[in-house]
């Protein structure tokens, strides 16, 4: 079992398949950043990546996401995804939907049953302006492919103060003929993206907004969950907040993450990284690399800030950007 300072079991392992993506949305992979960082043997191979998630399972992981970058612009997804499929864990993944008629029988092969979609905009227009890229009939062509297949589909939105704030109901409205769970995410701080407390629309004023249209019902939240569920009665969608910024939930935590270059963060906003697929490529036992870097994870947000700390500089937090990270 891993576990850390402070008595949370982790069990829940997030994969970074490629640092490159097929959009380009200014707060995660701006145009003006290199298609992917960590190329060839800087990244794990599709076995490499098997061997280091046969150690995790037997350390007690129970759940896997693949994420990226866009996991499904990586060649070899399909044959990772496979792999990944054989071993005793729900699978997931987080998308931008773009190529997902594409595995759509992968994902069912490989019993995923849940698939998360990030969506900034309902609106082809502001699509594009967030994300660079005219994908957005695409995207919607592809979240409805997903529901007649009976996926769960979860909709990511990131929700920034004069961008997409006036959105909100939009998405609730979108929820009430279609069985999708939408997510607004506080914007959260990387390196490069430009983050200022100005720009966060919070977790109170996301719900003060859906009050003037909507009268909504708090749903039971589980010990891990990062998002604060809500319900429309007689909608057949549901919505969320995940408060990352206003209200953390660290305490809950027990999430693990490894980056397409094969290092282990034991947190998104974590300053350290340990070197697991050097590790394995010399042949060293990874078991106990992982258990210390479960051990030292901070307390909250990597230790690297407070929520309501007015003289917060985000240019100060060491970290890479999201993009490679993986979310
Ligand atoms: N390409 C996949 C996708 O679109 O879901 C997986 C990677 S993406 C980095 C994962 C999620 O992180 C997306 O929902 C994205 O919107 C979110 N994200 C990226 N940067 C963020 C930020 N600064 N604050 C909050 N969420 C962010």
Redesign the pocket.
């Known amino acids: 079992m891993l576990t850390d300072q402070f008595n949370r079991v982790h069990n829940y392992l997030r994969i970074?398949l490629t640092d490159k993506?097929n959009?380009r949305?200014a707060?995660?992979?701006p145009v003006d950043l290199p298609r992917g960082y960590f190329k060839g043997s800087a990244r794990m191979t599709a076995g490499e990546i098997e061997q280091i998630v046969a150690v995790f399972v037997t350390q007690g992981v129970k759940k896997i996401r693949l994420?990226?970058?866009?996991?499904l612009v990586r060649k070899d997804a399909g044959e990772i995804i496979q792999r990944i499929s054989k071993y005793p864990v729900e699978l997931a993944i987080?998308?931008?939907?773009v190529l997902v008629d594409k595995y759509i029988d992968v994902f069912k092969d490989a019993g995923i049953q849940s698939v998360?979609?990030?969506l900034?905009s309902l609106t082809r227009e502001k699509f594009f302006a967030i994300t660079r890229r005219d994908e957005f009939n695409r995207i919607l062509d592809n979240i409805y492919l997903l529901l007649q297949n009976k996926f769960h589909v979860k909709i990511?939105?990131?929700v920034m103060k004069n961008v997409n704030d006036d959105e909100l109901n939009d998405f609730i409205a979108w929820t009430k003929h279609l069985p999708v769970h939408i997510r607004f995410?506080?914007?959260?701080?990387?390196a490069g993206?430009d983050?200022s407390r100005e720009k966060v629309f919070s977790y109170q004023e996301m719900l003060a907004v859906i009050a003037t249209q909507y009268k909504f019902l708090k749903l039971q939240d589980a010990k891990h969950d990062t998002d604060k569920k809500y319900l429309v009665p007689g909608y057949e969608g549901t919505f969320a907040v995940?408060s990352?910024m206003s209200q953390p939930f660290c305490s809950g935590c027990n999430r693990m993450r490894l980056t397409t270059d094969g290092k282990m963060k034991n947190c998104l906003f974590s300053k350290t990284e340990v070197d697991i697929l050097g590790a394995l490529r010399s042949g060293v036992d990874i078991a106990p690399l992982i258990q210390q870097c479960v051990w030292d994870k901070e307390k909250a947000l990597g230790g690297q800030f407070t929520p309501y700390d007015e003289n917060f500089d985000a240019s100060s937090i060491s970290n890479r950007r999201?993009?490679n990270?993986?979310?």
Request: net charge negative; aromatic share 10%; with cysteine.
């Open positions: 970074s993506c959009l949305c707060y995660c992979n994420t990226g970058g866009e996991p987080s998308t931008n939907a998360n979609v990030s900034d990511n939105v990131v995410i506080e914007f959260m701080p990387f993206n983050w995940i990352t999201m993009i990270i993986g979310g």
